[in-house]
């Protein structure tokens, strides 16, 4: 059973930083990508970044330049850095793994990031 633990999620001000961490219960290399989504109610889950096996990298426009992801092969753990963080990225922020298979996507529980004054 693979699980994806999340963490960092809180309440910051614009302007401000947030680290948001995804613990994987196995080696991310079993995975062909891991990524962060992101959700606010009423609207439909998007991708804000994702990173291959192979470490190729892509992110939503509205976040390039701000956020970065990264990973820690011996913790299994991938990372989203999110710099000048504005209020429309306030979201609850899904940690994802894609497995060898189409059928083999999971998802963290999620963790709520409010930016806000």
């Known amino acids: 059973q693979v699980q994806l633990v999340e963490s960092g999620g809180g309440l910051v001000q614009p302007g401000g930083s947030l680290r948001l961490s995804c613990a994987a219960s196995?080696?991310?290399?079993?995975?062909?990508?891991m990524g962060w989504y992101r959700q606010t109610p009423g609207k439909a889950r998007e991708l804000v970044t994702r990173v291959t096996k192979g470490g190729s990298t892509n992110y939503a426009d509205s976040v390039k330049g701000r956020f970065t992801i990264s990973r820690d092969n011996a913790k299994n753990t991938v990372y989203l850095q999110m710099n000048s963080l504005e209020p429309e990225d306030t979201a609850v922020y899904y940690c994802n793994a894609e497995g060898k298979r189409p059928i083999d996507v999971f998802w963290g529980q999620g963790t709520q990031v409010t930016v806000s004054s």
């Open positions: 196995l080696s991310i290399f079993s995975f062909n990508a």
